[in-house]
């Protein structure tokens, strides 16, 4: 990744707020951001940053715990979850029961609406019977397929945003660069985006 620069990086998070609204937190992915870059964000304006790995999170924390607040975006083993337990104040991905079972702060059930096997997430049917088990679940979040066109989401962003107000849950994060648009049009209230803030 090439050196960020606080005033571009500034410039490109204020006019994704501003066009994604008031009500749409931004998270920052910031899996490609390396540990030493990761100040020029906070200098930029940046409040929220999501990590996927639970060994990057405890590092780039470490470094600049109060800088930001963090969430957890990435595939989260039950082993990682004691990292991720004190640092962050949500995960967005949770799918798997035994990490359910020792998270203590609030969370996203991830969901995988493609049924591609490869993929993580529970399925939708799923749904109702995590939220009987695990009533600390806040919403719902979901990573389409790669596609080049961002309409190509849309289908899948409306079904999670259905879920969700089906189940009587507020929370939806979906959306990256590539579809952020689409996904606030559908009711996303978390979006994720990385390449796009940072060129
Ligand atoms: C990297 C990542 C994003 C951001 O993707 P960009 O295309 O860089 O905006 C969003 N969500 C998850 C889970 C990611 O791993």
Same mark, same amino acid.
């Given at each position: 990744?090439?050196?960020?620069?606080?005033?571009?990086?500034?410039?490109? $998070?204020?006019? &994704?707020?501003?066009?994604?609204?008031? %009500?749409?937190?931004?998270?920052?992915? =910031?899996? $490609?951001?390396?540990?030493?870059?990761?100040?020029?964000?906070?200098?930029?304006?940046?409040?929220?940053?999501?990590?996927? /790995?639970?060994?990057?999170?405890?590092? @780039?924390?470490? !470094? $600049?715990?109060?800088?930001?607040?963090?969430?957890?975006?990435?595939?989260?083993?039950?082993?990682?979850?004691?990292?991720?337990?004190?640092?962050?104040? &949500?995960?967005?991905?949770?799918?798997? %029961?035994? #990490?359910? /079972? @020792? &998270?203590?702060?609030?969370?996203?059930? %991830?969901?995988?609406?493609?049924?591609?096997?490869?993929?993580?997430?529970?399925?939708?049917?799923?749904?109702?019977?995590?939220?009987?088990?695990?009533?600390?679940? !806040?919403?719902?979040?979901?990573?389409?397929?790669? #596609?080049?066109?961002?309409?190509?989401? !849309?289908?899948?962003?409306?079904?999670?945003?259905?879920?969700? /107000?089906?189940?009587?849950?507020?929370?939806?994060?979906?959306?990256?660069?590539?579809?952020?648009?689409?996904?606030?049009?559908?009711? #996303?209230?978390?979006?994720?985006?990385?390449? =796009?803030?940072?060129?």
């Amino acid at each position: 990744m090439a050196l960020l620069n606080a005033t571009d990086v500034r410039e490109r $998070y204020l006019r &994704l707020r501003d066009e994604a609204g008031p %009500e749409v937190t931004v998270v920052a992915a =910031t899996k $490609y951001v390396p540990l030493e870059q990761l100040g020029v964000l906070a200098e930029a304006g940046v409040e929220v940053v999501g990590e996927n /790995r639970a060994q990057d999170l405890a590092a @780039k924390h470490a !470094r $600049y715990g109060d800088a930001f607040r963090w969430h957890f975006i990435g595939h989260l083993q039950s082993n990682k979850v004691k990292v991720v337990n004190p640092l962050c104040e &949500l995960v967005h991905s949770l799918d798997s %029961e035994s #990490a359910a /079972r @020792k &998270l203590t702060v609030p969370a996203l059930l %991830e969901v995988n609406l493609s049924g591609e096997a490869s993929k993580s997430g529970v399925a939708p049917e799923s749904v109702g019977s995590w939220l009987e088990r695990f009533p600390g679940i !806040r919403g719902l979040m979901t990573m389409p397929p790669l #596609a080049d066109d961002p309409e190509a989401s !849309r289908p899948g962003f409306r079904r999670l945003a259905e879920l969700a /107000r089906a189940h009587g849950l507020a929370e939806l994060s979906m959306g990256t660069s590539q579809d952020w648009r689409v996904a606030v049009e559908e009711g #996303a209230t978390l979006i994720r985006v990385g390449s =796009t803030l940072f060129g």
